[in-house]
Structure formats: C-alpha cells, structure tokens
C-alpha cells in the first residue's frame, strides 16, 4: 500500500488548495479514505473521509462547508478541496485508509495560511 499526498502550500487567508492523494498497492474502488492533519503541538484529528462509493463526511466542525472531500475511482486518487482557508487550518495534511485490520499513512503534505 501505497499513499501520496500533493498539492499543500502558502496561501493567503481566504484561498483555497486542493489536495491530492494518489493510492496503489490495493483495490482502491474497494476501500473508504480519510484526510487528516496534524497542526504544531497538537493530536492528529481526522477532518474528512469518503466510502468506497464517493459518499463524503465533514467530520471537524471547524471546516463544515469550506472542505470538501472527493475521490475518482478511475484514477485512485482521492482529494480535499479547500475553499476559504484561515490560519487555524495550517497543519500537515495525511492521507488514510484502513485495510485488513492494518492503517496505512502517506508522508503528509504541508498547508500553510499566512499572510
């Protein structure tokens, strides 16, 4: 299993970045994925995950209708759109999936709102 995050960066208050996590390694149509993000000095919380089938949950309050999570089948990628990003938001940003009773982690991708 493998998992790769893209598309982190510096935006400004307000933007928006999307990520991406490119999947391989599993039958990825099969599974439900997640986003999460780790911010400085703080627990990892998960902030989004979607079924197998594209159905999508916010599951943080704080990004209830700025994020939107997606994924295509066809390309094994699975993204989070984020819209209306603020300073709180800044965090590295993980792919997730859980197969076979295991967890598995892509590197992270860093998302900084500053300006």
């Known amino acids: 299993v493998q998992l790769v995050e893209s598309g982190g960066g510096l935006v400004q208050p307000g933007g928006s970045l999307r990520l991406s996590c490119a999947a391989s390694?599993?039958?990825?149509?099969?599974?439900?994925m997640s986003w999460y993000r780790q911010a400085p000095g703080k627990e990892r919380e998960r902030v989004a995950a979607?079924?197998?089938?594209?159905?999508?949950?916010n599951l943080l309050d704080s990004v209830k209708g700025r994020f939107t999570i997606s994924r295509d089948n066809a390309k094994n990628t699975v993204y989070l759109q984020m819209n209306s990003l603020k300073p709180e938001d800044t965090a590295v940003y993980y792919c997730n999936t859980r197969r076979g009773g295991s967890e598995y982690w892509g590197q992270g991708t860093q998302v900084t709102v500053s300006s």
């Open positions: 390694g599993f039958t990825f149509r099969s599974y439900a």
């Open positions: 979607i079924s197998s089938v594209g159905i999508g949950i």
